[in-house]
C-alpha cells in the first residue's frame, strides 16, 4: 500500500514564505509524476505545481514564478517552496502521485496566509 505524508505546512504573514514536503513509501515501481495540488472550500482542487517522470515541472497559472517544485528521486520525496505568499493561496495542499498508472493523495496540509 501507498501513502503519503505531507508536512510543512502552516501559519504565514502575505509575503512570507513556506517550504511542504510529501514523502512516499510503501510498494512504489515507478513514479510518473508526484506535485502538489490544492483546494478551497466550495472550489475545485487545482494544481499547484508537478513534476513528471522525465524532470519537467509543471506550474498552475496562478503561480507565476512564486513556487518552485522539486523532486528527490531517491527518497521518493517532492518538496514545494513557496514564496512571496498572498492571502490568496490560503488553502489545503495536497500532496498528488501518480504511480504506474495509480494516482495517490495525501491526507492534506493547510497553509493560512493571513496578519
Known amino acids: 500500500q501507498v501513502q503519503l505524508v505531507e508536512s510543512g505546512g502552516g501559519l504565514v504573514q502575505p509575503g512570507g514564505s513556506l517550504r511542504l514536503s510529501c514523502a512516499a513509501s510503501?510498494?512504489?515501481?515507478?513514479?510518473?509524476?508526484m506535485g502538489w495540488y490544492r483546494q478551497v472550500p466550495g472550489k475545485v482542487r487545482e494544481l499547484v505545481a508537478e513534476v513528471t517522470r522525465t524532470g519537467r515541472a509543471i506550474y498552475g497559472d496562478f503561480v507565476k514564478g512564486r513556487f518552485t517544485v522539486s523532486r528527490e528521486s531517491a527518497k521518493n520525496t517532492v518538496y514545494l517552496q513557496m514564496n512571496s505568499l498572498k492571502p490568496e493561496d490560503t488553502a489545503v495542499y495536497y500532496c498528488h502521485m501518480v504511480e504506474q498508472f495509480t494516482p495517490y493523495w495525501g491526507k492534506g496540509t493547510l497553509v493560512t496566509v493571513s496578519t
Open positions: 510503501g510498494s512504489i515501481s515507478g513514479i510518473n509524476a
